[in-house]
């Protein structure tokens, strides 16, 4: 693995915005970058973050198998008591997930680490599946990169797949999103497509605007009956809405399903290890309050159970005092987790996202930044496989 400069395609920003990714440039930053890109071999994708990816995945379904029977690690998770039972039949009755990313520090030396796992509401997914495929393949055509180029990335084609798998054709499909958020209604349109090509009929609504007529059915704001929501709206923030008390009895397909609620939940990572001690894709991690001095007595990161975009990370034990990002999160509880040290390439810091499309491993993002943890606006840089 390596970083490489690459030049960019003239008039790239042009064709961005016409394809509607006009989000390429957040508050006057870039958050698309394609003056380098990522270099790795087939070697380090198959056995460094495929395989892994897939080995990770089963071992969370053998958490939630686990979780689910277990009152006290529903506790644990801080998962309501009036949703536990509807997670719970979520669960055993195989309700089909769609997508999630894992989140690894590598370098391309040693085992990759799992930093955390987003399972319900990850976003990147249409810079993934379709932008970073378009650079590639006409930095190819342009001569810059070489025919045999290829890239770890069959995020389009996966979808569409699993959207055809899990639904008819014609099926009506709603997707939801806050309508006040860019890269949030980019993706939602972009898995529209996806299920458009499938022989879906998707329809947007947005997640401030969903209600619940008399007979407790889900509906958009012209009164259609919603069968089949995706939302891009974590499930502990739609516990807390006026239509939460609904969702156990409502007829409607979530995606993700009731059961991502526990894999979308830092909790996930004490538990792991606790299951799967000294795997090598693991960092040690417990809850707060009962990790063991030899554990504490070592650089560490202080987690929430719930947050999004790396808000209220702390990192203690590097420095004199503890560094934190900003945020709201924490009510709930936290997590402790092993530091790792984050890979660095020149002046930047590297995070890699490796997305699970029904339940295979199935490409790879990165994101850039000056700062150690990866938020939102880390940029976005394109990934090659080129054998030297």
């Not at 719970?88 to 769609?98: A, F, V």
């Not at 709603?174 to 879906?200: I, M, N, P, W």
């Not at 008399?214 to 891009?232: N, P, W, Y």
């Amino acid at each position: 693995m390596k970083r490489i400069d690459i030049p960019e395609r003239p008039g790239w920003k042009e064709q961005a915005e016409e394809l509607g990714f006009g989000f390429h440039t957040m508050y006057g930053a870039p958050y698309w970058d394609e003056s380098r890109a990522y270099q790795f071999s087939l070697r380090e994708i198959e056995d460094d973050i495929e395989d892994p990816s897939q080995a990770l995945y089963g071992m969370c379904l053998d958490l939630v198998d686990r979780v689910v029977h277990d009152d006290a690690l529903l506790q644990k998770f801080a998962i309501p008591k009036d949703y536990r039972d509807w997670i719970r039949k979520s669960w055993t009755s195989q309700d089909p997930s769609l997508y999630g990313r894992f989140d690894f520090f590598y370098d391309g030396s040693g085992p990759a680490k799992l930093l955390e796992f987003n399972a319900d509401t990850p976003t990147a997914l249409y810079e993934t599946g379709f932008f970073q495929w378009v650079w590639l393949e006409q930095q190819m055509a342009a001569g810059v990169l070489p025919e045999n180029a290829d890239q770890f990335n069959s995020v389009q084609d996966r979808l569409i797949e699993r959207f055809a798998a899990m639904f008819g054709p014609g099926y009506h499909i709603h997707f939801a999103s806050s309508k006040d958020h860019d890269e949030d209604r980019a993706t939602v349109r972009y898995l529209e497509d996806c299920a458009k090509q499938a022989g879906l009929i998707p329809h947007f609504v947005a997640v401030e605007e969903i209600g619940v007529d008399e007979d407790g059915r889900f509906a958009d704001t012209d009164s259609f009956v919603i069968d089949a929501l995706f939302k891009l709206y974590p499930y502990e923030d739609m516990f807390r809405e006026d239509y939460g008390p609904y969702l156990p009895g409502a007829p409607i397909q979530l995606l993700e399903p009731p059961w991502k609620a526990i894999l979308s939940n830092k909790a996930i990572l004490p538990l792991l290890w606790e299951m799967f001690p000294d795997h090598p894709n693991l960092l040690p991690a417990y809850f707060d309050g009962e990790a063991p001095e030899s554990f504490l007595s070592l650089p560490h990161v202080k987690k929430p159970l719930f947050s999004r975009e790396g808000a209220n990370i702390t990192v203690r034990g590097l420095r004199d005092e503890e560094t934190t990002t900003p945020g709201d999160y924490g009510a709930e509880g936290h997590i402790l987790q092993g530091y790792a040290k984050p890979p660095k390439f020149g002046d930047d810091y590297v995070m890699i996202g490796s997305w699970i499309i029904g339940g295979q491993a199935s490409g790879i993002c990165l994101r850039e930044d000056k700062a150690p943890v990866t938020q939102d606006l880390s940029r976005f840089v394109p990934h090659v496989i080129l054998e030297d």
